[in-house]
Nanobody, 120 residues
């Protein structure tokens, strides 16, 4: 069984910063792309940022220049540094990973989500 566990959400004022982290654990053979999605109340889930196992990154236009995604392949972790936060960044943030387990089954996995609220 594979688990993704997020941490680091919370309440922050506009212009502030937060760092989200996600660790993958369990029956893991390899991890491909990892990423962060978010879902605001009443909205569809959207991609925020993604990173390949080789380190190539992709960002939503709305967060370019403010958010940075990184990963540590040795520790099976992915992080999202969020700076210059805006009220419209308020959402539940989900970690996502493309994982092959030791039975060589490939599946997309999701974390449970962590709330980020940007408000004064």
């Amino acid at each position: 069984q594979v688990q993704l566990v997020e941490s680091g959400g919370g309440l922050v004022q506009p212009g502030g910063s937060l760092r989200l982290s996600c660790v993958a654990s369990g029956n893991i053979f390899s991890i491909g792309a990892m990423g962060w999605y978010r879902q605001a109340s009443g909205e569809q889930r959207e991609l925020v940022a993604a990173i390949t196992s080789g380190g190539s990154t992709n960002y939503a236009d709305s967060v370019k220049g403010r958010f940075t995604i990184s990963r540590d392949n040795a520790k099976n972790t992915v992080s999202l540094q969020m700076n210059s936060l805006k009220p419209e960044d308020t959402a539940v943030y989900y970690c996502n990973a493309d994982i092959v387990d030791r039975a060589l089954r490939r599946r997309e996995h999701w974390g449970q989500g962590t709330q980020v609220t940007v408000s004064s």
